[in-house]
C-alpha cells in the first residue's frame, strides 16, 4: 500500500548560471519511488535520471513533479536549476507507489489575498490512492494543512524573492471526480497558487491461489470468549 | 477477543449449515431463494452461489447473539466466479433491513467487479447508521487469481468514534488497504438476522455473491496485520508441513494419501500437529510489544501498570508500549509524545515539550514578555534594533524607596539550594539624568533586597557602581565612556576573609571578554530574580533617562531549572485530554531525576517544582 516513508527539504543557492534547488539523497530502499514538487516561475531543469508527471503553468506560480525510481547508483544529491528564480519544492520518498503510472490526476488553483488558500479538487477511482497538495504563496506566511491533511513540511525561502512553501498529504478515502478538498490556511493572507497529484497505489495485489496436494485442511478455527449475558442488558443500536 | 460465528460450510449434502460457535441458528432458505450448492472446497467441502437465486439466512440463536456495532473481523476463504457479474457481491451481511432497528446492518461486507478496470474486485465494509441510511466504506483493490481459485480475504473495521472508522482489507497475508471513513454511527440490533451470499433490503434480495465460500469467521476485534499473516502462515506451512512430517513416517513406498483411512489419519494427525506449532510460533513471535495481539497488550499494560483508555486500538498501545520500554534506553522525547498523545486527544506533533536550561540568553531582537521578562509598572520597555531599552520620561518618581521594586525588567533564576547564580551584560548606551542610576539589577523579592551594578549621574559626574536597597551608591573604577559591560555573580570564591554573601562585581569598556576589572562586596543572598532597573535618589527625574541594554546572559549552576519539563497541549485544540492518565503515564516514562509535568499553559504562578505541582519554576512568576 502507497506510504509516503520520507521527506527531504532542499538548499537553494545561487550558481553561476542560475539558481539550484539541492536535494540530499536521502538513500531510500532501492525500488522505492521519489517524487520531488517545485514552485516556480521559470523553466526547472531536472537531473538525469528524473520523469516529468506534470508540469503546470496554468497558476500564477508554475508547478513542476518529477518521479525517480531509487537506484544503487544515485548519487550523493539531486540537482534541480533555473535560470533565475525563487525555486521552493520538496522530496518525497514513497514505497509500493505505482511505478509506471505514478500520477493519476493533477489540478491547479490560485488564491489572493486569501487567509484560507484552496486546495484543488481531486478525481481518484481508488480510495487508497494518495492526494498530495501543494501550496506556493509570495511572503513569509505561516500555512496550516486543511483538515484532514498531515503537513509534510512547510518553509520559506528568500534568496531571490521571499516566498512560502507548503506540501501536505493524505489517502484519498473516497473515489470520484473532482472530489472538493477543505481549505488550508493562511497567516497572514496569502497570493499564490496550490497544486493537487493523485498518486496511485502499487499494481493491485494477486492472491497466489490456495493449493493443497492433498486437499482437506481444518481451516478457519475460532473460540467465543465472551462472558454470559447478563439479564436485561440493553439492545444496541 | 472472541469470535462470534464460525461457518466451516462442510456439512453433507441435504445438511444444514451451521454456526460452529453455536451463536447463529442452522443456516436455511426463505421465499425468494434457494440453497447454494455442495461442492468441492480448499477445506473439502464448501458452498457454491450462483449470483442470481442462492443464498442462506439464519436468526441469532445464543443469547450472546452476532451483533457487533464497533470493531469486527470478518476472515473467509473464498473463490470467486466473475463472469456475467456487474453489481456488488455480499458475502455476507448481519441485518435484513427491514425498517426495524433490530435488523439494521450491524456490518456486511461486499465484493464488486472494479467498474473501470476489467479483472480488479473491490472489497468493502458496509453498515447502516443511526437513521438506518446504508453507509459504505471505500474499498481496497485487488487483482482476481481468476474464476475458482480460492484465496484468504480478510476485512477489519476498527471504531475510534462517531466521525472515524478504520477498515483495513487483506487478500492472504498482504494487506492492500488501510482507509478511513467518517461514517461512525453503527446501527443494528441484538435480534437481527445473518445472511450470507446475498443481502435482503427492504424484503428485497439482491447483491448476490457468485463463487464458492469455503469458510468464515466474524471475530468482534480488529486483527492485526500480524495475526492475519499468521493464521495464512498456519493455513498454508505450519499445517501442510505437519502432515508432510507425519506422512512420511508411513512405510518407504507407500502412498498414504492413495490409502483413504491412512489419508485421513494423517491429515487429522498431522493439522492438529502443525496447530501446535502455529500456537506456539505465534506465541514465541506475537508476544512482543511491536506484534503483540490485542490480547497481550492487554497483558503487557496491566504488567507494566501503564494507563489505558478502554476504547485506545491495537496500534496505540503497541506505540505506548514501545514508548515505555524505549526510556530505558534514556529519555526520549518522541517516545513520551508517542505514549501520552492518544490520552490527551492529540496528535504527537501537536504536542510540544517545553524544556528548559540553566542558562538563559537575550539579544534583544524581541522582548518577550509573555515567557520570559516580567517588567515594572513604571517606565517603558521595548526591544528596538537589538537591545533592550528604557525609557523613563522627566517628571517621573523612580525612588526605590518611594515607589518599590517596579522600576525594573526581570527574569526569575532558581539558583537551587546553593544560591550560585552569574549574571552580564552589556550598557549599550545611556542617557542618565542628575541624581539617577541605571544598571543590572539581582534581587530577592521575598526579604526585599536588592543590588543594582550600573551607572549613576553623580552631579553630572557619570560614574560606575552599586548600590543595595536602602543603602549607599558605592562607586568602582574611574572615569569612563562609551558601552559598558558587567558581570556579576557569585560563583567564584576566594579563600580568606571575605564579606558576607560574597558577590563579584566586574566591569569592562573594551569589550565583553577583556578589560574587567573587579571588586568583591557583600551581595545579597539566595537571588531569585536578574535583569535590569533604574532607580534615583531625586524627585521628580531632572530630566529623561534613558538606557540600552545587550547581550544580557544569567546562568545558575545549580538550579533545578533544567530538571524540568512538561508536556504543553494547546488549550485551544479540540478533543478532551484525559490529564489523570497523561501524568500518571508520564510519571511512569520520565527519568527519575527529573520533574515531568502536563500543562496547558506556558506560563504559570511560580512554586516549587520539588513538590511535584507545577506551580513554580520554568514556567513561574512571581
Given at each position: 500500500?502507497?506510504?509516503?516513508?520520507?521527506n527531504?527539504r532542499?538548499?537553494?543557492?545561487?550558481?553561476?548560471?542560475?539558481?539550484?534547488?539541492?536535494?540530499?539523497?536521502?538513500?531510500?530502499?532501492i525500488?522505492?519511488?521519489?517524487?520531488?514538487?517545485?514552485?516556480?516561475?521559470?523553466?526547472?531543469?531536472?537531473?538525469?535520471g528524473w520523469?516529468?508527471?506534470?508540469?503546470?503553468?496554468?497558476?500564477?506560480?508554475?508547478?513542476?513533479a518529477y518521479?525517480?525510481?531509487?537506484?544503487?547508483?544515485d548519487?550523493?544529491?539531486?540537482?534541480f536549476?533555473?535560470a533565475?528564480?525563487?525555486?521552493?519544492?520538496a522530496?518525497?520518498?514513497?514505497s509500493?507507489?505505482?511505478?509506471?503510472?505514478?500520477?493519476?490526476a493533477s489540478?491547479?488553483?490560485n488564491f489572493a489575498g486569501?487567509?484560507?488558500p484552496?486546495?484543488?479538487?481531486a478525481?481518484t477511482?481508488?480510495?487508497?490512492?494518495?492526494?498530495?497538495?501543494?501550496?506556493?504563496?509570495?511572503?513569509a506566511?505561516?500555512?496550516t494543512?486543511p483538515t484532514?491533511?498531515?503537513?509534510?513540511d512547510?518553509?520559506?525561502d528568500?534568496?531571490?524573492?521571499?516566498?512560502?512553501?507548503?506540501?501536505?498529504?493524505?489517502?484519498?478515502?473516497?473515489?470520484?471526480?473532482?472530489?472538493a478538498q477543505?481549505?488550508?490556511?493562511?497567516?497572514?493572507?496569502?497570493?499564490?497558487?496550490a497544486?493537487l497529484?493523485v498518486l496511485?497505489?502499487?499494481?493491485?495485489v494477486?492472491?497466489?491461489?490456495?493449493?493443497?496436494?492433498?486437499p482437506?485442511?481444518i481451516?478457519?478455527?475460532g473460540?467465543?470468549?465472551r462472558?454470559p449475558?447478563?439479564?436485561?442488558t440493553?439492545?444496541?443500536g | 477477543?472472541?469470535?462470534v460465528?464460525?461457518?466451516?460450510?462442510?456439512?453433507?449434502?441435504?445438511?444444514?449449515?451451521?454456526?460452529?460457535?453455536?451463536?447463529?441458528d442452522?443456516?436455511?432458505?426463505e421465499?425468494g431463494i434457494?440453497?447454494p450448492?455442495?461442492?468441492?472446497?480448499?477445506?473439502?467441502r464448501?458452498?457454491?452461489?450462483?449470483?442470481?437465486?442462492?443464498?442462506?439466512?439464519?436468526?441469532?440463536l445464543?443469547?450472546?447473539?452476532?451483533?457487533?456495532?464497533?470493531?469486527?473481523?470478518?476472515?473467509?476463504?473464498?473463490?470467486?466466479?466473475?463472469?456475467?457479474?456487474?453489481?456488488?457481491?455480499?458475502?455476507?451481511?448481519?441485518g435484513?433491513?427491514?425498517g426495524?432497528?433490530?435488523?439494521?446492518?450491524?456490518?456486511?461486507?461486499?465484493l464488486?467487479?472494479?467498474?473501470?478496470?476489467?479483472?480488479?474486485?473491490l472489497v468493502?465494509?458496509?453498515?447502516?447508521?443511526?437513521?438506518?441510511?446504508i453507509?459504505t466504506?471505500?474499498?481496497g483493490?485487488?487483482?482476481?487469481?481468476?474464476?475458482?481459485?480460492?484465496?484468504?480475504?480478510?476485512a477489519t473495521?476498527?471504531?475510534?468514534?462517531?466521525?472515524?472508522?478504520?477498515?483495513?482489507?487483506y487478500v492472504?497475508?498482504q494487506?492492500?488497504?488501510?482507509?478511513?471513513?467518517?461514517?461512525?454511527?453503527?446501527?443494528g440490533?441484538?435480534t437481527?438476522?445473518?445472511?450470507?451470499?446475498?443481502?435482503?433490503d427492504?424484503?428485497?434480495w439482491?447483491?448476490w455473491f457468485?463463487?464458492t465460500?469455503?469458510?468464515?469467521?466474524?471475530?468482534?476485534?480488529?486483527?492485526?496485520?500480524e495475526?492475519?499473516?499468521?493464521?495464512?502462515?498456519?493455513?498454508?506451512?505450519?499445517?501442510?508441513?505437519?502432515?508432510?512430517?507425519f506422512?512420511?513416517?508411513?512405510?518407504?513406498?507407500?502412498n498414504?494419501?492413495?490409502?483413504?483411512?491412512?489419508s485421513?489419519?494423517?491429515?487429522v494427525v498431522?493439522?492438529?500437529?502443525g496447530?501446535?506449532?502455529?500456537?506456539?510460533?505465534e506465541?514465541?513471535?506475537?508476544?512482543?510489544?511491536?506484534?503483540a495481539?490485542?490480547?497481550?497488550?492487554?497483558?503487557?499494560?496491566?504488567?507494566l501498570?501503564?494507563?489505558t483508555k478502554?476504547?485506545?486500538?491495537?496500534d496505540?498501545?503497541?506505540?505506548?508500549?514501545?514508548?515505555?520500554?524505549?526510556r530505558?534506553?534514556g529519555?526520549?522525547?518522541p517516545?513520551?509524545?508517542?505514549a501520552?498523545?492518544?490520552?490527551?486527544?492529540?496528535?504527537?506533533?501537536?504536542?510540544e515539550?517545553?524544556e528548559?536550561?540553566?542558562?538563559?540568553?537575550?539579544?534583544?531582537?524581541?522582548f518577550?514578555?509573555?515567557?520570559?521578562?516580567?517588567?515594572g509598572?513604571?517606565?517603558?520597555w521595548?526591544?528596538?534594533g537589538?537591545t533592550?531599552?528604557?525609557v523613563?520620561e522627566?517628571?517621573d518618581?523612580?525612588?526605590?524607596s518611594?515607589?518599590?521594586?517596579t522600576?525594573?525588567?526581570r527574569?526569575?533564576?532558581?539558583?537551587g539550594?546553593?544560591?550560585?547564580f552569574y549574571?552580564?551584560?552589556?550598557?549599550?548606551?545611556y542617557?542618565?539624568?542628575?541624581?539617577?542610576?541605571?544598571?543590572?539589577?539581582?534581587?530577592?523579592?521575598?526579604?526585599?533586597?536588592r543590588l543594582?551594578f550600573?551607572?549613576r549621574?553623580?552631579?553630572?559626574?557619570?560614574?560606575?557602581?552599586?548600590?543595595?536597597?536602602?543603602?549607599?551608591?558605592?562607586?568602582?573604577g574611574?572615569?569612563f565612556a562609551g558601552?559598558?559591560?558587567?558581570?556579576?555573580?557569585?560563583?567564584?570564591?576566594?579563600?580568606?576573609?571575605?564579606?558576607?554573601?560574597?558577590?563579584?562585581?566586574?566591569w569592562?569598556t573594551?569589550?565583553?571578554?577583556s578589560?574587567?576589572?573587579?571588586e568583591?562586596v557583600?551581595?545579597?543572598?539566595?537571588v531569585?530574580w536578574v535583569?535590569f532597573?533604574?532607580?534615583?535618589t531625586?524627585?521628580?527625574?531632572?530630566?529623561d533617562?534613558?538606557?540600552s541594554?545587550?547581550?544580557?546572559?544569567?546562568?545558575?549552576?545549580?538550579g533545578?531549572?533544567s530538571?524540568?519539563?512538561?508536556?504543553?497541549?494547546d488549550?485551544?485544540?479540540?478533543?478532551?485530554?484525559?490529564v489523570?492518565?497523561?501524568?500518571?503515564?508520564?510519571k511512569?516514562?520520565?527519568?527519575?531525576?527529573?520533574f515531568?509535568?502536563f500543562?496547558?499553559?506556558?506560563?504559570?504562578p511560580?512554586?516549587?517544582t520539588r513538590?511535584?505541582?507545577?506551580?513554580?519554576?520554568p514556567?513561574?512568576?512571581w
Amino acid at each position: 500500500m502507497l506510504e509516503l516513508v520520507d521527506n527531504v527539504r532542499p538548499v537553494l543557492a545561487m550558481t553561476d548560471t542560475g539558481v539550484a534547488l539541492t536535494f540530499e539523497n536521502p538513500y531510500p530502499a532501492i525500488g522505492d519511488l521519489l517524487v520531488v514538487v517545485i514552485a516556480h516561475g521559470t523553466d526547472v531543469v531536472p537531473p538525469a535520471g528524473w520523469i516529468g508527471l506534470v508540469t503546470d503553468t496554468a497558476g500564477t506560480r508554475k508547478f513542476d513533479a518529477y518521479a525517480h525510481t531509487a537506484a544503487d547508483d544515485d548519487p550523493d544529491e539531486f540537482v534541480f536549476t533555473s535560470a533565475s528564480d525563487e525555486l521552493q519544492g520538496a522530496l518525497l520518498v514513497t514505497s509500493e507507489a505505482n511505478p509506471a503510472h505514478v500520477l493519476e490526476a493533477s489540478a491547479v488553483a490560485n488564491f489572493a489575498g486569501d487567509t484560507t488558500p484552496p486546495t484543488p479538487a481531486a478525481t481518484t477511482i481508488e480510495a487508497v490512492h494518495m492526494l498530495i497538495a501543494v501550496w506556493s504563496t509570495a511572503g513569509a506566511r505561516a500555512i496550516t494543512a486543511p483538515t484532514g491533511y498531515e503537513m509534510v513540511d512547510t518553509y520559506t525561502d528568500d534568496l531571490i524573492a521571499e516566498r512560502t512553501f507548503a506540501i501536505a498529504g493524505r489517502r484519498a478515502n473516497v473515489v470520484g471526480a473532482a472530489i472538493a478538498q477543505p481549505d488550508a490556511a493562511s497567516d497572514p493572507a496569502g497570493t499564490g497558487s496550490a497544486l493537487l497529484l493523485v498518486l496511485r497505489d502499487r499494481f493491485p495485489v494477486t492472491p497466489a491461489e490456495l493449493v493443497d496436494l492433498v486437499p482437506g485442511n481444518i481451516g478457519l478455527t475460532g473460540r467465543d470468549t465472551r462472558p454470559p449475558r447478563e439479564a436485561g442488558t440493553p439492545e444496541e443500536g | 477477543m472472541a469470535h462470534v460465528l464460525l461457518l466451516h460450510l462442510d456439512e453433507p449434502e441435504g445438511v444444514l449449515a451451521s454456526d460452529a460457535l453455536g451463536n447463529l441458528d442452522d443456516l436455511r432458505v426463505e421465499p425468494g431463494i434457494v440453497a447454494p450448492g455442495y461442492v468441492t472446497a480448499w477445506t473439502g467441502r464448501g458452498r457454491s452461489f450462483d449470483g442470481a437465486t442462492q443464498a442462506l439466512l439464519a436468526p441469532d440463536l445464543s443469547e450472546l447473539g452476532t451483533l457487533l456495532t464497533r470493531d469486527v473481523t470478518i476472515q473467509a476463504l473464498i473463490s470467486l466466479n466473475l463472469d456475467g457479474v456487474a453489481a456488488p457481491m455480499t458475502a455476507i451481511a448481519r441485518g435484513v433491513n427491514d425498517g426495524s432497528v433490530s435488523e439494521r446492518y450491524a456490518y456486511g461486507l461486499e465484493l464488486a467487479p472494479h467498474p473501470t478496470e476489467a479483472g480488479l474486485v473491490l472489497v468493502r465494509w458496509f453498515w447502516s447508521d443511526y437513521a438506518g441510511a446504508i453507509q459504505t466504506a471505500p474499498a481496497g483493490v485487488f487483482r482476481s487469481p481468476g474464476n475458482g481459485k480460492e484465496f484468504m480475504l480478510t476485512a477489519t473495521r476498527r471504531w475510534e468514534s462517531s466521525d472515524r472508522v478504520v477498515v483495513r482489507y487483506y487478500v492472504n497475508d498482504q494487506r492492500i488497504a488501510e482507509l478511513v471513513t467518517a461514517a461512525g454511527d453503527i446501527s443494528g440490533g441484538t435480534t437481527g438476522t445473518t445472511t450470507i451470499g446475498a443481502r435482503k433490503d427492504t424484503g428485497a434480495w439482491e447483491r448476490w455473491f457468485k463463487g464458492t465460500l469455503d469458510e468464515l469467521v466474524v471475530a468482534d476485534f480488529e486483527m492485526s496485520l500480524e495475526e492475519v499473516r499468521h493464521v495464512w502462515r498456519r493455513l498454508t506451512e505450519y499445517q501442510p508441513g505437519a502432515v508432510e512430517t507425519f506422512g512420511a513416517l508411513a512405510p518407504v513406498g507407500l502412498n498414504w494419501a492413495e490409502l483413504p483411512y491412512m489419508s485421513k489419519l494423517v491429515k487429522v494427525v498431522g493439522q492438529a500437529h502443525g496447530t501446535v506449532v502455529a500456537e506456539a510460533e505465534e506465541l514465541r513471535a506475537m508476544w512482543l510489544p511491536p506484534v503483540a495481539t490485542l490480547e497481550s497488550a492487554r497483558a503487557w499494560e496491566a504488567g507494566l501498570k501503564l494507563s489505558t483508555k478502554p476504547r485506545d486500538s491495537l496500534d496505540q498501545r503497541r506505540a505506548r508500549l514501545i514508548a515505555y520500554g524505549s526510556r530505558l534506553q534514556g529519555f526520549s522525547i518522541p517516545a513520551v509524545l508517542q505514549a501520552v498523545a492518544p490520552l490527551l486527544a492529540a496528535t504527537p506533533d501537536q504536542l510540544e515539550v517545553l524544556e528548559y536550561d540553566n542558562i538563559v540568553t537575550d539579544g534583544f531582537d524581541t522582548f518577550d514578555t509573555e515567557t520570559k521578562w516580567l517588567t515594572g509598572d513604571v517606565g517603558a520597555w521595548a526591544a528596538a534594533g537589538g537591545t533592550l531599552d528604557l525609557v523613563h520620561e522627566f517628571t517621573d518618581d523612580i525612588r526605590w524607596s518611594v515607589v518599590g521594586n517596579t522600576c525594573h525588567a526581570r527574569i526569575g533564576i532558581d539558583t537551587g539550594e546553593t544560591g550560585r547564580f552569574y549574571a552580564s551584560a552589556k550598557i549599550a548606551a545611556y542617557d542618565i539624568a542628575e541624581d539617577a542610576e541605571v544598571g543590572i539589577v539581582v534581587e530577592n523579592r521575598v526579604t526585599g533586597q536588592r543590588l543594582l551594578f550600573g551607572i549613576r549621574n553623580e552631579m553630572g559626574l557619570l560614574v560606575l557602581g552599586w548600590r543595595k536597597a536602602g543603602g549607599a551608591w558605592n562607586p568602582v573604577g574611574g572615569a569612563f565612556a562609551g558601552p559598558v559591560w558587567l558581570r556579576v555573580h557569585n560563583i567564584v570564591s576566594e579563600n580568606g576573609i571575605v564579606p558576607a554573601n560574597p558577590t563579584w562585581l566586574e566591569w569592562s569598556t573594551s569589550g565583553p571578554n577583556s578589560g574587567f576589572d573587579t571588586e568583591l562586596v557583600s551581595g545579597i543572598a539566595m537571588v531569585q530574580w536578574v535583569g535590569f532597573g533604574a532607580n534615583s535618589t531625586a524627585a521628580p527625574l531632572a530630566g529623561d533617562t534613558t538606557a540600552s541594554f545587550d547581550d544580557f546572559l544569567a546562568y545558575a549552576p545549580d538550579g533545578l531549572r533544567s530538571f524540568a519539563w512538561y508536556i504543553y497541549r494547546d488549550p485551544a485544540l479540540p478533543g478532551i485530554p484525559d490529564v489523570n492518565q497523561a501524568v500518571a503515564l508520564i510519571k511512569r516514562m520520565k527519568p527519575g531525576h527529573t520533574f515531568g509535568g502536563f500543562t496547558q499553559a506556558k506560563v504559570l504562578p511560580a512554586g516549587d517544582t520539588r513538590d511535584g505541582l507545577t506551580s513554580r519554576g520554568p514556567l513561574g512568576r512571581w
